[in-house]
């Protein structure tokens, strides 16, 4: 134990470290922040508002694919769902913010 100890004691004699390290710190962790920011966050924000804009122009007869791959065209919409008609005389109601695209029209027919 006491070889540590002694060893402890010699090294607080070194040199102290250099100045500046600090500002070096500060500056490359607001440049990785920065970093991040353009990578990951700002690309992020945008598709949101993306989203949220193609939700709220959704209108009755658009067609539609929801995130979980179901086609179909709204025949019914309110502020939080829509109903989609898959087939004939099938209607499945689905949350807004789960539609992924709107498809150009006629989609639906020239898929079968």
Do not use: C, W
């Not at 006491?2 to 040199?15: R, T």
């Not at 179909?72 to 949350?95: C, E, P, W």
């Amino acid at each position: 134990m006491s070889l540590f100890i002694a060893s402890a004691h010699a090294q607080s004699g070194a040199a102290p470290a250099p100045a500046g390290g600090e500002m070096f710190q500060i500056v490359f962790l607001i440049g990785l922040f920065a970093l991040f920011y353009f990578i990951a966050i700002r690309p992020q924000r945008k598709r949101q508002k993306e989203h949220a804009a193609m939700v709220s122009a959704l209108s009755k007869g658009d067609e539609v694919v929801t995130s979980s791959g179901i086609l179909g065209r709204i025949s019914a919409l309110d502020d939080n769902y829509i109903v989609l008609t898959v087939a004939d005389k099938v209607d499945m109601k689905f949350q807004r913010v789960h539609v992924h695209a709107v498809l150009p029209k006629g989609t639906l027919k020239s898929i079968g």
